[in-house]
């Protein structure tokens, strides 16, 4: 069973700051092909490195030339992914199908991982840390109280921003998918992925990511990028490049995430009032990570009662069934007591 952690409340609103864009080679050997209406951007963080941002502006708030016209009533998204995922998970599928509803989206990729800068040392930071990247991009770049959504240790980290970091600034609402269970994670997934076994095997891939109804060419998934070179002699030449999820999985985690043996040290993290946010909890019912337990404990927790989804596994928003999660968060955002 898998969960997705979304979370908003009302703090005061931040000043809004340019995100910083700059002109750099693409770190992925498999790079993610953007879909029409995102952009790649970077956020330079306080420490000088640079974090990955695809965005996708609201597709109902534009005009008919394409251009902005206006903020969005609905909150911002930030998605914040998991272990071997980038803000390319997120773009996949659900950008377009949340910035189609109103939305304005912003998918990061913490630091090492994705096309974002990695730190020095052998690990890309700590909950403290990654937290602190997501508050500053949020304080830097959004002027209105975001929805946040966590994908497994995603969920983990804005857990740790919105117990730790939210009396600094507005953290939003919290929506968590797949959350994250550390004992759980070792007994069952030490194979598929401390080993990387994943990265190399199909089977093991698709069993760990994602619902037996996942066809192997979703999972291979190929893409091709036809770039025609016209020369002098009139010789054709097409570049073809292919990229699948198994691949960007294994490129987009150039040092892990976390020390695990302090992160154990940081654990549990802290719970907050109920009254201060609205929380939804997200799970999938074929998740190989994050079984019903998990999944309950993780609502008994905030307090709220976890919704499990149908014919999905971890992966919910790559999945082939990745619109009934979507559904359930569409109409749970819809529904939002302080954006009404």
Known sequence: MAALLCLHSTFPKMTVKPLAVLNRPQRLCVPFELKQGQTRLFHQLPSGLNMEVIEQKSAK?????????????????????????????????????????????????LLGQGESDAPSG???????????????????????????????????????????????QSPGNLLLLEPYLYALYLLRVTRSLAAKAFQTDLSLCKETFFSSTMKDPLVLRFVHDLSLLVHKSAILHVATHIYCYQELMKESSRMPLFDLRKLNASLPVPSVPKSSLE?????????????????????????????CVEGVAHDMMLDSSWEKGAAVILSWLDNLSSYH
Not at 66 to 73: A, L, M, P
Not at 134 to 147: G, Q
């Open 61 to 109: 708030n534009k005009d008919l030339d394409g251009k902005i016209r206006g903020r969005s009533e609905k909150p911002p998204l930030v998605f914040v992914h998991g272990s071997y995922h980038a803000a390319w998970c997120w773009a996949e599928h659900w950008l377009p199908f949340f910035s189609g509803s109103g939305f304005d989206c912003y998918a990061v990729s």
């Open 122 to 168: 052998t690990v890309a930071g700590s909950l403290k840390t990654h937290a602190g990247d997501i508050a500053d991009f949020i304080r830097e770049n959004l002027s209105s109280h975001p929805v946040l959504l966590g994908h497994s240790f995603g969920g983990l980290i804005i857990q740790y921003y919105i117990a730790k970091i939210r009396n600094e």
């Open 279 to 307: 929380v939804l909890v997200v799970g999938a019912k074929d998740d190989f990570i994050v079984d019903a337990e998990g999944l309950n404990e993780t609502g008994r927790f905030y307090g709220v009662s976890p919704v």
